[in-house]
């Protein structure tokens, strides 16, 4: 053992150790400067061969030479787990099956330590069980509080636990039975003990307006009220702004310039123009964002609390801004009329589609029309003659317009209700821009249309899995809902985007400058290689998983089939998740060899980082960046994006559910998109919810699961329940506690197979030949 390795070990193995991170540790060891190269390399070494365990947060724990790892624990619904290892020099380990008697105290999200009893075959999952919970996820959790037998206990929402756990006195707190509350928690339960908590917080009764989503909030730890430091200081820089004050910048206020966004946005932070140069006949692309680094000072109280945040959080019915309002849906949204700064991208295109000059620029612009998505949608088709175009909403003298006044929703198609169109500016009508206006549009469409097409020929791939859009009545209730819309005038806005991202990416690899890109590794080729025998079973074969178009024409064909929600979720569970990070990597879904986020700094941190690199570049020709700290950002921004993402679907998923409780018996047209022992997962076709059909109430007949084929077989009846299978099920029961929708056959009474055409055409059924057709 080499002495520099024996101290590192001394140093991790002592009762006193604190984890480190490898630098810090490298101090407390007191070596030579030029000694780190060689204390790394040992360091990378020694996780390599299993001695230390990496964990999450990049500290150095000592670890079991006896197959002893490191993870993140979740705990699936049955109350068995899964670990999944951290990954030691960029791989990852297979997952580690956790049975419930062997799990501790852990729950969803703890770094564990795990003892490997059984090593991953071919044919059976890794197995072990947790010796140590190294590190909370959290100690905060909702429920609803109830008593039994004179004891106060909480349900826990979700999965987390399978028992309640008990509160001792909530009368301290006024809790009353049926409330949700917030508990922390003092002794985690085990398959053995209840487990215990005291009362933090009453946050409602159950049902009760509002308690859905602060329930939400308290559950992911969301951020809610901005520091009053954070407040004051973007109140002085508001105070300072003048909008004739264009030092220093480009002016493009005499440009035709637009926004395009939802009908509820209120801070607008992309604006666009297209031409063609008479000269050379190349299209000349700009693309303009909020210049929010003109606003916020690297360490001041808004960017402390931004870079704390990290991202805006979409909520239905209420949005969590990374800034104070002042800044988000003021200073920096580009509103109409308004002058403001931006950051421009300016991008030259030949008519055959190659990329010329490329400029970046700190400008002013004046958003000269704020268009809905709808309002260029009907544009786009009355130039296709499929509809009559609605009249243009004029424009305003001067400074006119709406002025927002809530928080931003601009991204969140899940707070969208019926609305009419825009209007109400009806002063100042400047007719001599109708004619500029449509006419820019239709060279939007068409350098969009041209630019997707490149896109698809180097290899992007297209997952049609659509968002849920709630629908509320006028007193706030959900109403209904349906799958969101990405047509056209959606398209359109996102490749100019996509465009503007890859631009700056492309100029920061260039010069060398280290910035946090936006990267999303390709897939284990085993994941691939599963879901290509997946596809094939739907007749779906591919000959080469590892070829993208292969893949992209799986997408294509089944976009408009029933098979689609299926196919398209298999996909996108075979991909790694996309994280920020400085290390050069492509992103794998865009065939994009260098990308990055620059144009939504208004709702995301990586965003501004990359826009402050930027401006030095601008002002001085050059540009830097700590390697090492773009690093813990971008682990920081990912983490907490997953967070945002998490709560907002859970939120959803609560609110379709608390919808659909008050409809058991109501019948649905669903799509088979999950086969198991226990029974199969549907969708519904023209509802945004899932469900599992329990194989217990299939009682026509003795069902068998065939693995190989993801089918549930009747034994005397011979009918099947296959993926891609369309089913027609009713809502049989719900369960909001632990977000769960149980469906059941509408035909409760079945013929067998054979007879049972007239009775329900086309459900649960596939051809003879054991594929669907085509």
């Not at 670890?63 to 670990?83: C, E, K, L, N, Q």
């Not at 008990?166 to 209840?194: C, H, W, Y």
């Not at 901005?226 to 909008?243: D, G, M, T, W, Y």
């Not at 691939?528 to 024409?553: N, T």
Request: charged share 30%; aromatic share 8%; glycine share 6%.
């Amino acid at each position: 053992m080499s002495d520099l390795l024996s101290k590192v070990l001394h140093a991790v193995t002592a009762k006193s150790y604190v984890p480190l991170k490898a630098k810090p540790l490298f101090k407390r060891l007191n070596l030579p400067d030029d000694e780190y190269p060689a204390f790394r390399k040992t360091v990378r070494e020694l996780v390599r061969t299993g001695r230390l365990a990496l964990a999450r947060n990049n500290t150095l724990r000592a670890a079991d030479i006896h197959g002893t790892v490191t993870g993140v624990y979740r705990r699936a619904t049955s109350g068995h787990g899964f670990v999944r290892p951290h990954a030691v020099d960029g791989i990852f380990k297979p997952e580690i099956f956790i049975r419930e008697d062997k799990g501790l105290d852990a729950a969803t999200g703890d770094e564990v330590m795990v003892r490997v009893t059984r090593e991953a075959t071919r044919l059976k999952d890794a197995a072990g069980e947790i010796v140590r919970v190294l590190e909370r996820a959290t100690r905060t959790f909702v429920g609803t509080y109830f008593e039994r037998d004179r004891q106060a206990l909480v349900r826990v929402d979700g999965n987390a636990f399978t028992h309640s756990i008990a509160v001792g006195d909530a009368g301290a707190k006024g809790a009353k039975p049926q409330d949700k509350v917030v508990i922390e928690m003092l002794r985690f339960p085990t398959p053995d003990s209840r487990g215990e908590g005291v009362v933090t917080e009453v946050l409602g009764a159950h049902g009760q307006p509002g308690v859905d989503t602060l329930s939400v909030i308290r559950a992911f730890g969301l951020p809610e009220a901005f520091p009053e430091s954070a407040l004051n200081e973007a109140r002085q820089v508001a105070s300072q702004f003048s909008e004739t004050d264009l030092h220093g910048r480009d002016d493009f206020t005499n440009e035709l310039v637009i926004t395009i966004d939802p009908p509820d946005a209120k801070d607008y932070d992309d604006a666009v123009s297209v031409t063609i140069d008479p000269k050379t006949k190349h299209w000349v692309l700009t693309v303009h964002i909020a210049d929010v680094a003109a606003f916020v000072k690297p360490g001041g109280a808004l960017d402390t609390e931004a870079r704390k945040r990290a991202t805006s959080v979409y909520l239905p019915q209420k949005v969590i801004p990374m800034f104070p309002e002042v800044i988000s849906n003021g200073l920096a949204s580009l509103q109409e009329g308004k002058v403001r700064y931006v950051k421009t991208v300016r991008m030259e295109f030949t008519p055959g589609l190659q990329k010329g000059h490329v400029t970046f620029a700190n400008g002013a612009i004046r958003n000269r029309k704020r268009f809905t998505y709808d309002e260029v949608q009907e544009q786009l088709d009355a130039m296709e003659g499929k509809k009559q175009p609605n009249p243009l909403t004029p424009f305003p003298k001067k400074e006119g317009g709406t002025e927002p006044n809530a928080a931003d929703t601009k991204r969140s198609a899940t707070v969208l209700s019926p609305s009419p169109l825009r209007g109400g500016v009806g002063e100042g009508l400047q007719p001599e821009l109708l004619p500029e206006l449509l006419a820019m549009l239709r060279r939007m469409r068409d350098l969009a249309l041209l630019l997707r097409k490149k896109r698809f020929r180097r290899g992007a791939l297209e997952l049609t899995m659509p968002e849920a859009v709630l629908e509320y009545d006028a007193d706030g209730r959900v109403s209904g809902a349906h799958f969101a819309e990405n047509n056209l005038s959606h398209q359109i806005v996102e490749e100019f985007m996509l465009a503007a991202n890859e631009a700056v990416a492309e100029h920061f690899t260039r010069y060398e400058v280290p910035f946090l890109r936006r990267v999303h590794p390709a897939p284990n080729e085993e994941k691939l290689e599963a879901f290509g025998q997946f596809a094939d079973l739907l007749g779906y074969p591919i000959k080469r998983v590892q070829d993208r178009f292969e893949l992209q024409r799986v997408l294509t064909e089944t976009a408009d089939k029933l098979e689609r929600a299926a196919v398209h979720f298999a996909l996108l569970r075979s991909l790694k998740q996309a994280t920020y990070s400085p290390i050069q990597d492509e992103h794998y879904a865009l065939a994009s060899q260098h990308y990055c986020h620059f144009t939504s700094p208004i709702r995301r941190y990586p965003d501004l980082q990359v826009h402050r690199l930027l401006d030095k570049w601008i002002k001085t020709g050059s540009a830097s960046a700590n390697t090492e700290e773009l690093v813990a950002l971008g682990e920081h921004c990912s983490k907490l994006e997953r967070r945002a993402e998490t709560a907002e679907r859970e939120l959803v998923k609560l609110r379709l559910l608390t919808y659909l409780s008050s409809r058991i018996g109501e019948a649905l047209d669903a799509v088979i998109t999950g086969v198991a022992d226990y029974g199969f997962f549907a969708q519904a076709e023209r509802f945004p919810a899932e469900g599992l059909v329990h194989i217990s109430s299939l009682v026509d007949d003795y069902y068998w699961f065939d693995e190989s084929s993801h089918t549930l077989e009747g034994r005397r009846t011979k009918r099947r329940f296959r993926l891609g299978d369309r089913v027609r099920l009713v809502v049989a029961r719900v369960d909001l506690q632990r977000r769960m929708l149980d469906l059941r056959l509408a035909d409760t009474h079945p013929k067998a197979e054979d007879d049972r055409g007239d009775a329900l055409p086309n459900y649960g059924r596939v051809p003879k030949s054991g594929r669907r057709r085509k």
